[in-house]
T-cell receptor, first 113, second 108 residues
C-alpha cells in the first residue's frame, strides 16, 4: 500500500456536469500530480502542485482545474464534462527534487454518459 | 513527436524467454528515468529507476543512452507474473512524463 488514497473509486456523471476528485498524498510528500489515463494509453499529465501552487500543466483545457491544501492533499475539478473525459484519473505524490519515486493512488474511474 | 515513445506491443513470449523493451525521449534535458509496471486496471508502480551506468535488479536490467535519448528494459527468464504493461517514464522540468506503455503477455 502506497499511502496515497483517492476518492471516489468509481463515478458516473452526465455530460455537462461537474466533478471533483480527491487525493490524499503520502506523508512527507509535497508534490502532487494528476494524470488522465484513457483505455490502452499511458497516463497523460494534467497538472502538478507544489506547496499549494500549480507549477506545471499539460495540454488540458481550463475546465480542468485543481487545488492543493496545506496538508498537501489535492483536488481535481472538471467542469462541463464531455464523453471523452471518461478515463481513469490517477494522483501521484512525491518529494520534489532528485531521483525520487512517485507513488500512485488506486485511481478514480470516471464514466461520462 | 511524442515526448516519450514506446512500442505498444503486445509482446507475447513463453515462460523463460528473454524480452527487451525500448523507449525514446525527445527532451535532451530530461533529468531522471524510470520504468513503471502497471497491471490491468491498477495504478502504476515503480519497477526500477534507470541510471546512466545501467543497473540491474534480479532478472531486470535497465540501460540509458543519453546521447541517443534511448532507454531499455531487459527481462530475463520471464515468469507468468511478469505479464503487465511496462511504462517508460521521464522526469523533465520536475514533471513525470509517461510513455504509452508496452504490453507484455507471458504464456506457459
Amino acid at each position: 500500500e502506497t499511502g496515497v488514497t483517492q476518492s471516489p473509486t468509481h463515478l458516473i456523471k452526465t455530460r455537462g456536469q461537474q466533478v471533483t476528485l480527491r487525493c490524499s498524498s503520502q506523508s512527507g510528500h509535497n508534490t502532487v500530480s494528476w494524470y488522465q489515463q484513457a483505455l490502452g494509453q499511458g497516463p497523460q499529465f494534467i497538472f502538478q502542485y507544489y506547496r499549494e501552487e500549480e507549477n506545471g500543466r499539460g495540454n488540458f483545457p481550463p475546465r480542468f482545474s485543481g487545488l492543493q491544501f496545506p496538508n498537501y492533499s489535492s483536488e481535481l475539478n472538471v467542469n462541463a464534462l464531455e464523453l471523452d473525459d471518461s478515463a481513469l484519473y490517477l494522483c501521484a505524490s512525491r518529494r520534489t527534487g532528485g531521483n525520487t519515486e512517485a507513488f500512485f493512488g488506486q485511481g478514480t474511474r470516471l464514466t461520462v454518459v | 513527436r511524442k515526448e516519450v515513445e514506446q512500442d505498444p506491443g503486445p509482446f507475447n513470449v513463453p515462460e523463460g524467454a528473454t524480452v527487451a523493451f525500448n523507449c525514446t525521449y525527445s527532451n535532451s534535458a530530461s533529468q531522471s528515468f524510470f520504468w513503471y509496471r502497471q497491471d490491468c486496471r491498477k495504478e502504476p508502480k515503480l519497477l526500477m529507476s534507470v541510471y546512466s551506468s545501467g543497473n540491474e535488479d534480479g532478472r531486470f536490467t535497465a540501460q540509458l543512452n543519453r546521447a541517443s535519448q534511448y532507454i531499455s528494459l531487459l527481462i530475463r527468464d520471464s515468469k507468468l507474473s511478469d505479464s503487465a504493461t511496462y511504462l517508460c517514464v521521464v522526469l523533465y522540468t520536475d514533471k513525470l512524463i509517461f510513455g504509452t506503455g508496452t504490453r507484455l503477455q507471458v504464456f506457459p
